[in-house]
């Protein structure tokens, strides 16, 4: 069963989520963590199962992500689905309307994981703009990294739980 993390990210909080769940997945398969942005093309035929992540900047996802989405739709619910998002906002209303807008009903639907799993703010890497922006928003002056352990878990846990129902019952 081998797993597929996809990801874009703006200031590395998604990639850092990718890193760490492709170490906690344990498995009989094999495990890649891709960049979409840097690297869109993907070899369907070796992928059994796949997590997608991805961040919101000013209530949007990354436009190569919307692409990537909207050309891989088959292949994502012909397999086993997580979906995650790296954003900021404190409200879980927020939170369900900025899920909703990054991924589609029918992805949502097939996932067996649609949440925000947390932020991170990398002052080193945002520029004037941004930094300004996140003082403003988040009234954040430094660098952080907020993750939300439970719910990794829970998609590590769903995770193997899903793609072991798949390979039994192919
Ligand atoms: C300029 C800027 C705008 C942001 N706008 C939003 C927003 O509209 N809603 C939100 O929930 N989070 C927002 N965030 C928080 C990011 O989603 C959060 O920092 C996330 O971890 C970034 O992930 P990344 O480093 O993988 O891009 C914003 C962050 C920045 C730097």
Redesign the pocket.
């Known amino acids: 069963m081998d797993t597929l993390i996809v990801f874009s ?7 850092k989520v990718a890193a760490l769940l492709s170490e906690r997945l344990k498995g009989d398969g094999a495990i890649r963590v891709q960049n979409i942005v840097e690297q869109p093309d993907i070899d369907w035929e070796t992928v059994d199962h796949v997590i997608v992540g991805s ?5 949007a996802i990354q436009q190569e992500m919307k692409e990537w989405l909207k050309e891989h739709e088959a292949n994502l619910l012909a397999r086993p689905l997580g979906l995650y998002l ?4 404190p409200t879980e209303s ?1 939170r369900r309307r ?1 899920l909703e807008e990054a991924y589609n009903e029918q992805l949502r639907t097939h996932a067996y994981f649609v949440e925000v799993v947390g ?4 002052f080193e890497r ?1 520029g004037f703009l ?1 930094k300004a ?2 003082r403003m ?2 009234k954040q002056s430094g660098s952080s990294l907020d993750l939300d352990e439970e719910k990794l878990e829970r998609l590590v846990k769903t995770a193997q739980t899903s793609s072991r129902t798949r390979s039994e019952n192919p």
């Open positions: 990210s703006r200031y590395g909080t998604s990639e961040s919101i900047r000013m209530g790296c954003a900021g906002t927020e900025e932020h991170g703010y990398d945002m941004d922006i996140v928003m988040a």
